[in-house]
């Protein structure tokens, strides 16, 4: 049973406009909800991440929705550039277990120029 | 230099073959893992380790072994290995967890990309 569900599986977006990502979980007992950036040929890495006593957080052009009562968060990139075309992987975790970190099945982001 | 190093980046086997990925890490963190990523699967824990004396099953440990050499080292093998793990392999390591934030942060290597025909 996948813990995380994430779509679109793939997004094409045009320079200047907005991506968005959207994951939804089923274990109330996830409270960490990170978003993990990967380019071709590179590791994931930490892009930006949410605990759920907050609906909201912004880093940049990066913006974590989170919508506890629905266990549904989302990844917002304002502005998006070329440069910003990646594989996205929401994940969700219980505290403290990293070994725990579950993750989505990606989104491919391509944004044109 | 890379904080998380994976030898080979990339392999070609034949089934039956045995593998080793290996790992090595600067950022001195305790605790290391080995994932499996493929297309439309995200990525999957393979096998996970809290220090040199533990070691632990991830989801999809079948088929797979690791060792904990030192603290910086983690190697992941495969006994005889069959097509159906070809796939790219990440290390990743992270820090031991006290409750903060920065515990759950997961560092990953390179990847290696494995074929197994």
């Known amino acids: 049973q996948q813990q995380v569900k994430q779509s679109p599986q793939s997004l094409i977006v045009q320079k200047g406009g907005i991506s968005i990502i959207n994951c939804a979980y089923e274990?109330?007992?996830?409270?960490?909800f990170p978003w993990y950036q990967q380019f071709p040929g590179k590791g994931p890495a930490l892009l930006i991440a949410i605990r759920p006593d907050v609906s909201e957080k912004k880093e940049g052009r990066f913006t974590i929705s989170f919508n506890k009562s629905a266990k549904q968060f989302s990844l917002h990139i304002m502005d998006s550039q070329p440069g910003d075309s990646a594989t996205y992987f929401c994940?969700?975790?219980?505290?403290?277990?990293?070994?725990?970190?579950?993750f989505g099945k990606g989104t491919k982001l391509t944004v044109n120029p | 230099d890379a904080d998380v190093t994976q030898t080979p980046r990339n392999r070609i086997t034949k089934t039956g073959k045995r593998i080793m990925l290996e790992c090595s890490q600067t950022?001195?963190?305790?605790?290391m893992y080995w994932y499996r990523q493929d297309p439309g699967l995200g990525l999957r824990l393979i096998y996970y380790s809290f220090d040199v004396k533990d070691i632990n099953k991830g989801e999809i440990s079948d088929g797979y072994s690791v060792s904990r050499q030192a603290q910086a080292k983690f190697s992941l093998s495969l006994e005889s290995a069959i097509p159906n793990q070809t796939a790219l392999y990440f290390c990743?390591?992270?820090?031991?967890?006290?409750?903060?934030?920065?515990?759950?942060?997961?560092?990953f290597g390179a990847g290696s990309r494995l074929t197994v025909l």
């Open positions: 994940a969700a975790s219980v505290r403290g277990g990293s070994e725990k970190l579950v």
């Open positions: 274990n109330t007992a996830f409270d960490y």
């Open positions: 990743a390591t992270s820090a031991h967890s006290g409750g903060g934030s920065g515990a759950n942060v997961l560092t």
């Open positions: 950022k001195g963190h305790d605790r």
